[in-house]
């Protein structure tokens, strides 16, 4: 059973930066179509697909909302994911959850959940 285990939310101003970390307790399943990403949900509203890299940690996906300020990556030695996070706003304050599955549906229906998903990790942007 893959564990996922975020760590590195904390409360920060607005333009500060943050950097997100989830360790992955193994690897994952052979296969290509594996992949490691972030998600967030605010108060009052649907979860988000955030970043997404494939099994070789190349990226994926970046949602538009945060193209050019997110970055993610994975340390496959010490089979960590990052999501580093610069010019924060307000509207990125968030649960974050770290997430891996071999089916794109999570990020295509809000309502469909991940094989494996962390506990999550608050980030919280102020003015």
């Known amino acids: 059973q893959v564990r996922l285990v975020e760590s590195g939310g904390g409360s920060v101003q607005a333009g500060g930066s943050l950097r997100l970390s989830c360790a992955v307790s193994e690897t994952l399943p052979p296969g290509p179509r594996w992949w490691l990403g972030w998600f967030r949900q605010a108060p009052n509203k649907e979860r988000e697909g955030v970043a997404r890299?494939?099994?070789?940690?190349?990226?994926?996906y970046y949602a538009d909302s945060v193209k050019g300020r997110f970055t993610i990556s994975l340390d496959s030695a010490k089979n960590v994911l990052y999501l580093e996070m610069n010019n924060l706003k307000l509207g990125d304050t968030a649960i974050y959850y770290c997430?891996?599955?071999?089916?794109?549906?999570?990020?295509?229906?809000?309502?469909?959940?991940?094989?494996?998903w962390g506990q999550g990790t608050q980030v919280t942007v102020s003015s």
């Open positions: 997430a891996a599955d071999a089916s794109l549906s999570p990020w295509i229906y809000s309502s469909a959940t991940a094989r494996y």
């Open positions: 890299v494939d099994a070789g940690g190349t990226p994926t």
